[in-house]
């Protein structure tokens, strides 16, 4: 009889284990959701807070003024902030997104969701445009950002912006303030496809850097306009809220069918 209670006992006690041990996976699993829940919100917080932080006054582009006689690129006017337009299909949400090029969070946004962005634009979902800021000069010391964006403006006369913009972004120093030489700036013109006499006018165009004037006007259009901080995206005229960061089809939503 001690024998059968006692493995009777054996035969408990190993259940009991192995129900203590499912509890404590199903508690494992949990915090993991939890866990992995908070790293979402971590992220679009580190999106949202990086782009406040690199924020400034209506002055913080470089110690020159910008002129309104500056030279354009193509395409580009003052109508819409001297922004750069992608895609305009008609009636459709007008998503504009302001961005620096050595801002790690533009970087961050760019990567995690710059090819559904564009796959929406290219499909005729968004209206998609580009404004430029070049504040982090001031921030920074520096002239890499006006530099960039004027390599950027000469992008799109060679009819390459968007590689061009992406080219950037993909060869962002990791270390912030560091920026691109102008060697540089020419060579991702070639990365981003500009060829033959093309990439000729290309290299001219970044030495001479004949779109700082624009670069700079499009930063004092989008602090004019009561941006203050990179990345900010608009749909309409209005800012998404921050819950749009937390996943591509959170941003999708909030891109083509914004609320009214």
């Known amino acids: 009889m001690a024998d059968k209670k006692e493995a009777k006992s054996t035969r408990e006690k190993a259940a009991e284990a192995r129900a203590a041990a499912q509890a404590s996976e199903r508690r494992r699993e949990r915090m993991i959701r939890i866990i992995g829940g908070i790293a979402v ?84 979902d968004i209206a998609l445009t580009y404004r430029i800021m070049t504040f982090l000069d001031k921030n920074l010391n520096t002239d890499h950002s006006v530099r960039a964006a004027s390599a950027f403006g000469c992008s799109i006369n060679a009819d390459q912006g968007l590689p061009y913009h ?47 004037g624009w670069a700079q ?23 998404i809220a921050d819950s749009a960061l937390a996943s591509e089809q959170a941003l999708k939503d909030a891109l083509t069918n914004p609320q009214q």
Do not use: R
Request: aromatic share 8%.
């Open 217 to 239: 006007l499009s930063n004092q259009a989008a602090f004019d306009s009561g941006v203050t901080g990179t990345p900010t995206i608009e749909v309409n005229g209005q800012k």
């Open 41 to 124: 919100l971590a992220v679009v917080g580190i999106i949202i807070g990086i782009g406040v932080m690199n924020s400034g006054g209506s002055d913080n582009n470089n110690s020159d003024t910008p002129s309104a006689d500056s030279a354009l690129p193509t395409g580009i006017t003052k109508d819409n902030g001297y922004g750069y337009q992608v895609s305009n299909p008609t009636g459709k949400p007008q998503v504009v997104i302001y961005e620096d090029f050595q801002c790690p969070a533009c970087k961050q946004f760019e990567t995690t969701y710059g090819p559904a962005v564009e796959k929406w634009a290219s499909a005729g």
């Open 166 to 212: 992406n080219t950037l972004y993909a060869n962002q120093p990791a270390t912030e303030g560091q920026g691109w030489t102008d060697d540089q700036l020419k060579q991702f013109g070639a990365d981003a496809g500009i060829t033959g006499d093309a990439k000729t006018t290309f290299d001219q165009c970044v030495d001479a850097g004949t779109y700082k």
